[in-house]
């Protein structure tokens, strides 16, 4: 009897071990701290001048169930030019930048000068190329993606990573992470510079927006 009273104890504590993951690795969350840089031109058609171009950096931190994107910094852009008759000017314009952009994977929650604006993210379609590159370190495959008005943008996707990354705003069926975004109509792109992956307990984002 004693024998099998000391199987019965150690099929039940590793039965205990298993369903906790064997301590506390199933706890565990992977969250992601990257650096967006933004991109793209405004025009000054009064002036005479156009494809004045602009970037603006921001943060971000993500997990798997949400994103928040931080903006921080001077919310202009300058750039000296010399109009047509060597009239030299420098130009500064304002740029209306949200302090913060919270992704929760269906909506999308806006922060800028004290009020909240939320919005259900789009939804497009993703049709994949052949075409491949690596993005910090992360295999990305190339993707055209199109629209509700059949617009055409590309973008550089991680399959790896939760489609939460993405850039400042959302798309709730992304296959993956989207590390760059580019519009050449719209002269605009958006591109992961750094991204650095770690391990927490605890989710790092915000409370998500009920859905």
């Not at 970037?55 to 993500?62: D, G, L, V």
């Not at 050449?184 to 510079?193: C, R, T």
Request: glycine share 6%.
């Amino acid at each position: 009897m004693g024998k099998i009273f000391i199987k019965c104890k150690i099929i039940i504590l590793l039965l205990f071990f298993l369903s906790k993951g064997y301590g506390q690795n199933s706890s565990n969350q992977y969250s992601y701290i990257l650096k967006w840089k933004f991109s793209s031109s405004i025009n000054a058609d009064t002036l005479g001048i156009t494809n004045i171009p602009f970037e603006i950096s921001y943060s971000m931190i993500a997990n798997k169930d949400s994103s928040v994107s931080v903006f921080v910094g001077d919310d202009t852009a300058s750039k000296n030019s010399n109009l047509k008759n060597n009239f030299h000017v420098n130009l500064k314009f304002n740029i209306n930048v949200p302090e913060k952009i919270v992704f929760d994977g269906k909506h999308t929650t806006t922060y800028s000068s004290g009020n909240k604006k939320i919005e259900l993210a789009r939804v497009c379609k993703f049709m994949e190329t052949k075409e491949t590159k690596k993005i910090e370190g992360y295999a990305c495959v190339k993707y055209e993606v199109i629209d509700d008005n059949d617009n055409i943008s590309y973008a550089w996707i991680c399959k790896e990573l939760p489609f939460t990354i993405t850039p400042a705003g959302g798309i709730r069926n992304a296959p993956g992470a989207i590390l760059q975004y580019e519009n050449p109509i719209k002269n605009l792109k958006s591109v992961v510079e750094k991204l650095k992956k770690s391990v927490t307990n605890k989710p790092t984002s915000p409370t998500p927006h009920p859905r």
